[in-house]
């Protein structure tokens, strides 16, 4: 019903910067909240950064990335980004990219997880 591809990912060294992409697609209405998610090998899967529909969007960001990461979206392409600077070998993960609450075109809510990309950072 409704589907999430991340792009963007990929290998950077320390310092450097990369986007990622987040694409929205299928039986959408709206969509309010989404964020991007990482997960390390080993490590539980942790909330980076997100960002409220509303006019401008509030965002919230982890401390690990605040001041070195961007959220933005365009909601009238249902796209949401995360400008990441400053990368750390920390950093290294898969991105995973969530719509905890997205109303379809049928008028019910559903949450929905894109696949993943990944970014790795070396020194």
């Known amino acids: 019903q409704v589907q999430l591809v991340e792009s963007g990912g990929g290998l950077v060294q320390a310092g450097g910067s990369l986007r990622l992409s987040c694409v929205a697609s299928g039986n959408i209405r709206s969509i309010n909240t989404m964020a991007w998610y990482r997960q390390a090998p080993g490590k539980q899967r942790e909330l980076v950064a997100l960002i409220t529909s509303s006019s401008g969007g509030e965002t919230q960001y982890s401390d690990s990335v605040k001041g070195r990461f961007t959220i933005s979206r365009d909601n009238a392409e249902n796209v949401m980004y995360l400008q990441m600077s400053s990368l750390r070998p920390d950093d290294t993960a898969v991105y995973l990219c969530?719509?905890?609450?997205?109303?379809?075109?049928?008028?019910?809510?559903?949450?929905?997880w894109g696949q993943g990309t990944q970014v790795t950072v070396t020194t």
């Open positions: 969530n719509a905890p609450r997205v109303l379809t075109t049928t008028w019910s809510y559903i949450s929905s």
